[in-house]
């Protein structure tokens, strides 16, 4: 059962540009969202995160929308630069209540490249 | 400065041996976790925990085991019993539970 889904796995932008990352989930105990970045080989690296009480969360060039009644969120990422190619996750969590103990959810990333 | 560290960066192991894969971190944070990741996927989580002396499984804990002696060390034993031990794995750790995760450089570990 995949409670959040990546559903494109590449994403293909030219440099200077916006870039949308989509994700949705099916939980509706999630109420802590988080966007990760990889490079192949490491450990993923936090980018941005955003609690349910917010519909949006930004980041100098990183945005991340939540539209809890949809069960959606997004990260735009503008302006594009070729250092963002890299793996984007999402994770979430359910906090409320205290029960989840920090237990994280991921998608199974998209592939983000960036063209000079 | 602080920081995660995993070690080895890769690690091979004969088919039936049991490995263990070391996690530490300076960042006197109280919960750590250990994640698994297999080509196009996501993170599964492997096991965490929240205290010292105390650990919970995950999704996936069939075949592994860990201990929280310290504070700043979580390792994971990969056993025999794991039927697809060969992956990358990943150590986390966070403030508090439901604090963000932030996570290790990552171990390859591949069964021959």
């Known amino acids: 059962d995949q409670q959040v889904k990546q559903n494109s796995p590449s994403l293909s932008v030219q440099e200077g540009r916006i870039s949308i990352l989509n994700c949705d989930y099916t939980?509706?105990?999630?109420?802590?969202f988080l966007w990760y970045k990889k490079y192949p080989a490491e450990g993923p690296t936090f980018l941005i995160s955003i609690s349910s009480i917010k519909d949006k969360n930004e980041d100098g060039r990183f945005t991340v929308f939540l539209n809890k009644s949809a069960k959606h969120l997004s990260l735009h990422i503008v302006p594009s630069q070729p250092g963002d190619s890299a793996v984007y996750f999402c994770a979430a969590s359910a906090n409320a209540g205290g029960t989840s103990y920090g237990k994280l959810t991921f998608g199974q990333g998209t592939i983000l490249t960036v063209h000079p | 400065d602080g920081g995660i560290t995993q070690s080895p960066k890769y690690l091979f192991r004969k088919e039936g041996q049991n490995v263990t894969l070391s996690c530490e971190q300076n960042l006197n944070h109280d919960a750590m976790y250990w994640y698994r990741q297999d080509p196009g996927q996501g993170l599964r989580l492997i096991y965490y925990?929240?205290?010292?002396?105390?650990?919970q499984k995950g999704d996936i804990a069939e075949g592994y085991s860990v201990s929280r002696e310290k504070k700043e060390s979580f390792p994971l034993t990969v056993t025999s019993a794991q039927k697809n031990p060969t992956a990358f794995y990943l150590c986390a750790s966070s403030m508090y539970s439901s604090d963000t995760q932030y996570f290790g450089p990552g171990t390859r570990l591949t069964v021959l």
């Open positions: 925990s929240q205290i010292v002396n105390d650990f």
């Open positions: 939980n509706s105990m999630f109420d802590y």
